[in-house]
Protein backbone atom coordinates (compact mmCIF):
# COMPACT_ATOMS: atom_id res chain seq x y z
CA UNK A 1 0.00 0.00 0.00
CA UNK A 2 1.87 3.50 -1.36
CA UNK A 3 0.69 6.51 0.89
CA UNK A 4 1.99 9.93 0.28
CA UNK A 5 2.43 12.45 3.33
CA UNK A 6 2.14 15.39 1.94
CA UNK A 7 2.36 19.35 3.32
CA UNK A 8 2.12 22.70 1.16
CA UNK A 9 3.14 26.20 2.30
CA UNK A 10 0.73 29.32 0.80
CA UNK A 11 0.54 33.01 0.18
CA UNK A 12 -3.12 33.13 2.20
CA UNK A 13 -5.64 30.92 2.91
CA UNK A 14 -8.39 31.15 0.01
CA UNK A 15 -7.31 30.69 -3.22
CA UNK A 16 -10.29 31.81 -4.62
CA UNK A 17 -8.93 35.24 -3.36
CA UNK A 18 -5.56 34.89 -5.56
CA UNK A 19 -3.50 33.07 -2.60
CA UNK A 20 -1.25 30.38 -4.12
CA UNK A 21 1.16 27.52 -3.47
CA UNK A 22 4.88 28.33 -2.61
CA UNK A 23 5.94 25.14 -1.41
CA UNK A 24 4.91 21.60 -1.30
CA UNK A 25 7.17 18.78 0.57
CA UNK A 26 5.84 14.94 0.22
CA UNK A 27 7.09 11.62 1.85
CA UNK A 28 6.59 8.01 0.23
CA UNK A 29 5.00 5.76 2.26
CA UNK A 30 5.14 1.92 1.52
CA UNK A 31 2.93 0.12 3.82
CA UNK A 32 3.24 2.59 6.46
CA UNK A 33 7.40 2.44 6.12
CA UNK A 34 8.64 5.59 4.70
CA UNK A 35 10.60 4.39 1.99
CA UNK A 36 13.20 7.67 1.97
CA UNK A 37 11.49 8.82 -1.64
CA UNK A 38 10.17 12.35 -1.08
CA UNK A 39 8.82 15.23 -3.33
CA UNK A 40 10.06 18.93 -2.33
CA UNK A 41 9.35 22.05 -4.93
CA UNK A 42 9.17 25.53 -3.70
CA UNK A 43 6.98 27.24 -6.41
CA UNK A 44 7.06 31.05 -7.66
CA UNK A 45 3.20 32.19 -6.89
CA UNK A 46 3.81 35.23 -9.76
CA UNK A 47 2.34 37.33 -6.38
CA UNK A 48 3.64 39.68 -3.27
CA UNK A 49 4.14 37.54 0.09
CA UNK A 50 1.87 38.71 2.76
CA UNK A 51 3.84 39.91 5.96
CA UNK A 52 1.51 37.47 7.94
CA UNK A 53 2.41 34.22 5.55
CA UNK A 54 6.15 35.47 5.22
CA UNK A 55 6.15 35.29 9.18
CA UNK A 56 4.74 31.45 9.33
CA UNK A 57 7.01 30.36 7.07
CA UNK A 58 9.81 32.78 5.89
CA UNK A 59 9.73 32.39 2.25
CA UNK A 60 9.98 36.20 0.61
CA UNK A 61 8.82 37.14 -2.16
CA UNK A 62 12.77 37.51 -3.30
CA UNK A 63 13.50 33.93 -2.33
CA UNK A 64 10.69 32.85 -4.60
CA UNK A 65 11.32 35.08 -7.64
CA UNK A 66 13.74 32.65 -9.80
CA UNK A 67 11.66 29.46 -8.87
CA UNK A 68 9.60 27.25 -11.24
CA UNK A 69 5.96 28.51 -11.45
CA UNK A 70 3.21 26.22 -10.77
CA UNK A 71 2.57 25.18 -14.12
CA UNK A 72 6.16 24.39 -14.93
CA UNK A 73 5.61 21.34 -12.09
CA UNK A 74 2.07 20.33 -12.20
CA UNK A 75 2.75 17.37 -14.35
CA UNK A 76 5.30 16.09 -12.41
CA UNK A 77 4.24 16.39 -9.42
CA UNK A 78 0.67 14.70 -10.05
CA UNK A 79 3.39 11.79 -11.64
CA UNK A 80 4.93 11.56 -8.25
CA UNK A 81 1.84 11.01 -6.66
CA UNK A 82 0.54 8.38 -8.90
CA UNK A 83 -2.68 7.21 -7.28
CA UNK A 84 -1.44 6.86 -4.13
CA UNK A 85 -3.81 7.64 -0.61
CA UNK A 86 -2.40 11.33 0.26
CA UNK A 87 -2.04 11.94 4.27
CA UNK A 88 -2.25 15.61 4.97
CA UNK A 89 -2.93 17.20 8.28
CA UNK A 90 -6.22 19.59 7.79
CA UNK A 91 -6.98 18.01 4.44
CA UNK A 92 -9.50 20.26 3.50
CA UNK A 93 -7.09 23.39 3.08
CA UNK A 94 -3.99 21.36 1.00
CA UNK A 95 -6.91 19.76 -1.03
CA UNK A 96 -8.39 23.12 -2.43
CA UNK A 97 -5.57 24.74 -2.69
CA UNK A 98 -3.59 21.57 -4.87
CA UNK A 99 -6.87 21.52 -7.23
CA UNK A 100 -6.99 25.30 -7.63
CA UNK A 101 -3.84 25.18 -8.94
CA UNK A 102 -4.16 22.17 -10.92
CA UNK A 103 -7.49 23.90 -12.55
CA UNK A 104 -5.53 26.60 -13.23
CA UNK A 105 -3.66 25.15 -15.91
CA UNK A 106 -5.96 22.31 -16.96
CA UNK A 107 -4.67 19.50 -15.41
CA UNK A 108 -7.25 16.91 -13.68
CA UNK A 109 -8.42 17.33 -10.32
CA UNK A 110 -7.08 15.19 -7.23
CA UNK A 111 -10.42 13.31 -6.11
CA UNK A 112 -11.32 14.28 -2.42
CA UNK A 113 -11.95 11.18 -1.44
CA UNK A 114 -8.02 10.00 -1.81
CA UNK A 115 -7.14 11.91 1.08
CA UNK A 116 -6.59 10.85 4.58
CA UNK A 117 -7.17 13.28 7.11
CA UNK A 118 -4.88 13.20 10.07
CA UNK A 119 -6.43 16.23 11.97
CA UNK A 120 -9.80 13.95 11.90
CA UNK A 121 -8.23 11.33 12.58
CA UNK A 122 -6.49 13.12 15.77
CA UNK A 123 -9.79 14.65 16.85
CA UNK A 124 -11.82 11.40 16.89
CA UNK A 125 -9.38 9.49 19.04
CA UNK A 126 -8.44 12.17 21.29
CA UNK A 127 -12.02 14.44 21.14
CA UNK A 128 -11.63 17.62 23.28
CA UNK A 129 -7.45 17.67 22.91
CA UNK A 130 -5.60 19.76 21.09
CA UNK A 131 -5.10 18.58 17.64
CA UNK A 132 -1.72 20.51 16.27
CA UNK A 133 0.89 18.89 14.90
CA UNK A 134 2.90 20.43 17.14
CA UNK A 135 0.75 19.49 19.93
CA UNK A 136 0.61 15.68 18.56
CA UNK A 137 4.11 15.79 18.39
CA UNK A 138 3.91 16.01 22.17
CA UNK A 139 1.43 13.87 22.81
CA UNK A 140 3.84 11.03 21.35
CA UNK A 141 6.84 12.46 22.22
CA UNK A 142 8.04 13.04 18.50
CA UNK A 143 11.40 15.32 18.46
CA UNK A 144 10.15 18.20 16.33
CA UNK A 145 12.19 21.27 17.42
CA UNK A 146 13.47 21.99 14.10
CA UNK A 147 10.42 22.83 12.94
CA UNK A 148 10.88 26.84 14.36
CA UNK A 149 8.94 27.77 11.16
CA UNK A 150 6.89 26.11 9.05
CA UNK A 151 8.35 24.57 6.05
CA UNK A 152 6.62 21.40 3.56
CA UNK A 153 9.08 19.01 3.66
CA UNK A 154 9.66 19.20 7.60
CA UNK A 155 6.30 19.00 8.56
CA UNK A 156 5.55 16.04 5.95
CA UNK A 157 8.57 13.99 7.44
CA UNK A 158 7.51 15.21 11.13
CA UNK A 159 3.26 14.15 9.48
CA UNK A 160 4.74 10.56 9.30
CA UNK A 161 5.67 10.08 12.54
CA UNK A 162 2.43 11.11 13.27
CA UNK A 163 0.46 9.58 11.50
CA UNK A 164 2.45 6.26 12.42
CA UNK A 165 1.40 6.84 15.85
CA UNK A 166 -2.35 7.30 15.34
CA UNK A 167 -2.79 4.81 12.98
CA UNK A 168 -1.66 2.31 16.15
CA UNK A 169 2.35 2.66 16.30
CA UNK A 170 5.40 1.46 13.83
CA UNK A 171 3.82 -1.42 12.84
CA UNK A 172 -0.25 -0.83 12.95
CA UNK A 173 -1.22 -4.60 11.14
CA UNK A 174 1.87 -6.53 11.96
CA UNK A 175 2.66 -7.05 8.56
CA UNK A 176 6.20 -7.15 8.88
CA UNK A 177 6.53 -8.59 5.54
CA UNK A 178 6.07 -7.61 1.93
CA UNK A 179 4.05 -10.21 0.09
CA UNK A 180 6.00 -11.18 -3.19
CA UNK A 181 4.36 -10.00 -6.27
CA UNK A 182 2.11 -7.32 -4.71
CA UNK A 183 -1.56 -6.08 -5.95
CA UNK A 184 0.13 -4.92 -8.86
CA UNK A 185 3.30 -7.18 -9.40
CA UNK A 186 4.81 -3.99 -8.23
CA UNK A 187 6.49 -4.84 -4.84
CA UNK A 188 8.84 -8.17 -4.48
CA UNK A 189 9.30 -10.35 -1.77
CA UNK A 190 12.86 -8.92 -1.56
CA UNK A 191 11.65 -5.22 -0.96
CA UNK A 192 12.64 -3.46 1.86
CA UNK A 193 12.89 0.13 2.96
CA UNK A 194 15.33 2.93 2.39
CA UNK A 195 17.75 3.87 5.29
CA UNK A 196 16.59 7.36 6.73
CA UNK A 197 19.55 10.21 5.54
CA UNK A 198 19.96 10.36 9.26
CA UNK A 199 19.06 8.40 12.04
CA UNK A 200 16.62 9.73 14.93
CA UNK A 201 18.38 10.69 17.84
CA UNK A 202 17.96 8.68 21.02
CA UNK A 203 14.40 9.34 22.88
CA UNK A 204 16.29 7.50 25.72
CA UNK A 205 17.52 10.17 28.99
CA UNK A 206 20.83 10.07 30.24
CA UNK A 207 18.70 9.90 33.63
CA UNK A 208 16.88 6.93 32.33
CA UNK A 209 19.96 5.25 30.60
CA UNK A 210 22.15 5.51 34.66
CA UNK A 211 18.96 4.69 36.20
CA UNK A 212 18.93 0.94 33.92
CA UNK A 213 22.90 0.79 34.17
CA UNK A 214 22.52 0.98 38.38
CA UNK A 215 19.29 -1.89 37.98
CA UNK A 216 21.19 -3.95 36.28
CA UNK A 217 24.43 -3.45 38.84
CA UNK A 218 22.21 -4.55 41.96
CA UNK A 219 21.27 -7.61 39.96
CA UNK A 220 24.49 -9.08 40.35
CA UNK A 221 26.77 -11.08 37.78
CA UNK A 222 24.04 -13.22 37.28
CA UNK A 223 21.66 -10.64 35.37
CA UNK A 224 20.25 -11.74 32.05
CA UNK A 225 21.44 -8.58 30.37
CA UNK A 226 25.62 -9.38 31.59
CA UNK A 227 25.49 -13.32 29.76
CA UNK A 228 26.79 -13.67 26.48
Known amino acids: MREIVLDTETTGFDP?????????GAVELWNHVPTGETYHQYINPQRDMPQDAFEVHGLSTEFLSDKPIFAEIGQAFLDFLGDAKLVIHNAAFDMKF???ELALIDLPPIPWERAIDTLAIARQKFPGSPASLDALCRRF??????RTLHGALLDSEILAEVYLELIGGRQPDFGLMV????ENG??????????????LPSRLTEAERAAHEAFVEALGE??????G
Open 16 to 24: EAGDRIVEI
Open 98 to 100: LNA
Open 141 to 146: GIDNSA
Open 179 to 182: SAGG
Open 186 to 199: EAGGDWRPRPRPAP
Open 222 to 227: DALWRR
